[in-house]
C-alpha cells in the first residue's frame, strides 16, 4: 500500500478518519518472521492515524498489536 492510500483510510486503532499516515519497519526477527518476512528482506507496514489515537503514549505498541493481529487474522494463524 502507498502512503497517499493509507492517508484515505480509517485510523488503524479507532477506525475514524485518519489524519496521517506512518510506515512501520519490523526491527524484531520474532515479529519479521510472524508477518511473513522472507530473511534478507524488509517488508514495510503503512498504517493511517488519526491525531487523538498518536497523542496517546502507548500508539506505538498498539499499532504493532494491531497489526500483527490484522496479520494473523489474515493468514489464520494465532498469536502466542
Avoid at 506512518?22 to 534478507?40: L, M, R, T, Y
Avoid at 503503512?46 to 496479520?71: G, N, P, T
Wanted: with cysteine; charged share 30%.
Amino acid at each position: 500500500m502507498k502512503i497517499q492510500e493509507a492517508q484515505k483510510k480509517p485510523c488503524i486503532l479507532c477506525g475514524k478518519k485518519a489524519d496521517a499516515a506512518g510506515v512501520f519497519i519490523p526491527d524484531n526477527p520474532e515479529f519479521a518472521a510472524k508477518i511473513g518476512q522472507p530473511k534478507g528482506k524488509t517488508r514495510l507496514c503503512v498504517y493511517s492515524i488519526c491525531d487523538r489515537c498518536h497523542k496517546k503514549s502507548d500508539w506505538m505498541e498498539r499499532v504493532e498489536q494491531s497489526m500483527l493481529a490484522d496479520v494473523l487474522a489474515a493468514t489464520g494463524n494465532k498469536q502466542n
